[in-house]
């Protein structure tokens, strides 16, 4: 059934995860009139791979695109996590108990599958009309509109959706899904006198990945690509994570190290050194330097890994910040795009409930209630663990390993919180769409 609001102008900055999920959740909610404003000339099919874990799966699926992933996805069987230098495995769980408790497994794809997920899902409901190659360059949160302009120059008679000139485009509400760099939020919180700073954290990132064709069925390293499960090795200050992806033809690393080359892109593109990647990882043990030294010249991503402190608001007038806009997340909890993905469920549910458009400030604010402490909770809880992973020799790291080596092989508690059977209930069991419609009378009362 249709939304009583159903032809709201809903514009949707950013084509990311968070962007392109709000798109669709809002598709499917049975809203006609959406935008979504993307720098980039194209939505290219970059990136490496990405956990479809089991509080997104529940999203997609409802949704109807999560075949698209499953086609070519890995289910984990399990985790282990090893010592660097050693290869010695000082933890593993077992993932039997994933689909049972949660529904679903624990799936990583490679990031163009997800992506596929959102952009089909979306631009095939006919209702999202996509914007290329446009800059918005500031915001008008009392009128709810934006200025906006071509990102590039285009040749005469070559316009991508027809604004040559800076011009301000009229919404309902705005949805600023534009990243960690976000031009949104720097904006709200400048309108309250707060200062927009994002946290760099000293550590960058290796995004690589090696084929199964490279490895010439190596015996050593063939169980990475034949099997399903994923590998975490980890040292003082450093780690990397591993697993198969891509119906088992790549094996994707994800690397955190300390930042010495001072990346300053937050993007997919930006190239690191394969040299410096070896020297950052010398002691590793050899089968990881074997991985390593087959990741071809030129495919090595590399970006610092920033944060935000926790935000004050979300939501200024009809305007709300969605995904790493509002709750930039490291790596170490695999839910940076869950998270961003359950930003867009809820909008899609608060939005649909509403009857007049002057209430969408208080739809918005709903959305913070609900979302906020969750996402503060898992951005909080993902720094903790990278801190945990990489200590350095002493009486904390030997609690930790003696801690790992006691933990059960079945799921329990565990050092690394990704694994931590607890933690992952809290993740995992949760459905923030079934969250918001239950709470959405009591806290939209609330909203002023």
Same mark, same amino acid.
């Given at each position: 059934m249709a939304p009583p609001l159903a032809d709201l102008n809903i514009h949707i900055i950013g084509a990311g995860m968070g962007g392109m999920g709000c798109a669709l959740s809002l598709a499917r909610q049975g809203f006609t009139n959406i935008h979504v404003w993307e720098s980039a000339t194209a939505l290219g099919e =970059? /990136? *490496? /791979?990405?956990? &479809? =874990?089991?509080?997104?799966?529940? &999203?997609?699926?409802r949704w109807g695109v999560l075949h698209i992933a499953q086609a070519e996805g890995v289910a984990l069987d399990g985790a282990s996590v090893l010592n660097c230098a050693t290869d010695e495995t000082l933890t593993t769980v077992d993932f039997q108990y994933m689909s049972d408790e949660f529904g679903y497994p624990f799936l990583v794809v490679h990031r163009k599958a997800l992506q596929k997920c959102l952009v089909s899902g979306a631009m095939d409901s006919g209702v999202v009309k996509l914007h290329l190659n446009k800059v918005v360059t500031e915001y008008d949160f009392e009128q709810t509109r934006f200025l906006v302009q071509d990102r590039q120059k285009v040749p005469a008679g070559d316009e991508i959706n027809g604004i040559t000139e800076p011009q301000y485009v009229d919404a309902d509400v705005i949805l600023a899904a534009d990243g960690v760099r976000s031009k949104a939020r720097g904006a709200m919180l400048k309108r309250k006198g707060e200062v927009?700073?994002?946290?760099?954290? /000293?550590? !960058? *990132?290796?995004?690589?990945?090696?084929?199964?064709?490279?490895?010439?069925?190596?015996p050593?390293?063939?169980?990475? #690509?034949?099997? +399903? @499960?994923?590998?975490?090795?980890?040292?003082? $200050?450093? @780690?990397? &994570?591993?697993? %198969? &992806?891509? +119906?088992?033809?790549? #094996?994707?690393?994800?690397? !955190?190290? %300390?930042?010495?080359?001072?990346?300053? *892109?937050?993007?997919?593109?930006?190239?690191?050194? $394969?040299?410096?990647?070896l020297e950052v990882f010398h002691d590793f043990c050899p089968r990881v330097q074997k991985l390593l030294s087959l990741v071809p010249e030129g495919d090595v991503l590399e970006w610092k890994l920033r944060v935000h402190e926790p935000l004050s608001t979300w939501v200024d007038h009809n305007v709300a910040l969605v995904g790493d806009a509002c709750h930039p997340t490291l790596p170490h909890l695999a839910q940076g795009a869950a998270q961003a993905v359950e930003d867009a469920a809820v909008l899609g549910v608060v939005l649909s409930k509403i009857t007049d458009r002057k209430d969408i400030n208080k739809a918005l604010q709903v959305y913070q209630a609900v979302r906020k402490p969750r996402a503060d909770w898992a951005v909080m809880t993902a720094a903790a663990n990278g801190k945990g992973l990489h200590l350095g020799a002493g009486k904390d790291k030997d609690?930790?390993? *003696?801690?790992?080596?006691? !933990?059960?092989?079945? /799921?329990? !508690?565990?050092?690394?919180?990704?694994?931590?059977r607890d933690v992952q209930r809290t993740l995992y069991a949760h459905d923030c769409a079934k969250e918001a419609e239950v709470q959405f009378e009591e806290l939209f009362k609330q909203a002023v």
């Open positions: =970059v /990136g *490496a /791979g990405i956990n &479809i =874990v089991p509080n997104l799966a529940r &999203i997609l699926e927009d700073s994002v946290v760099d954290t /000293g550590q !960058a *990132a290796y995004r690589i990945m090696v084929r199964r064709s490279m490895i010439n069925e190596d050593e390293l063939l169980p990475f #690509f034949t099997g +399903s @499960h994923s590998y975490r090795w980890i040292g003082e $200050k450093r @780690h990397i &994570i591993a697993y %198969p &992806i891509d +119906s088992h033809d790549l #094996f994707n690393m994800s690397t !955190a190290h %300390p930042d010495r080359r001072f990346v300053e *892109a937050d993007s997919w593109t930006a190239t690191g050194s $394969k040299k410096e990647m609690a930790r390993d *003696a801690a790992f080596k006691a !933990a059960d092989k079945k /799921g329990g !508690a565990n050092p690394d919180k990704q694994i931590d």
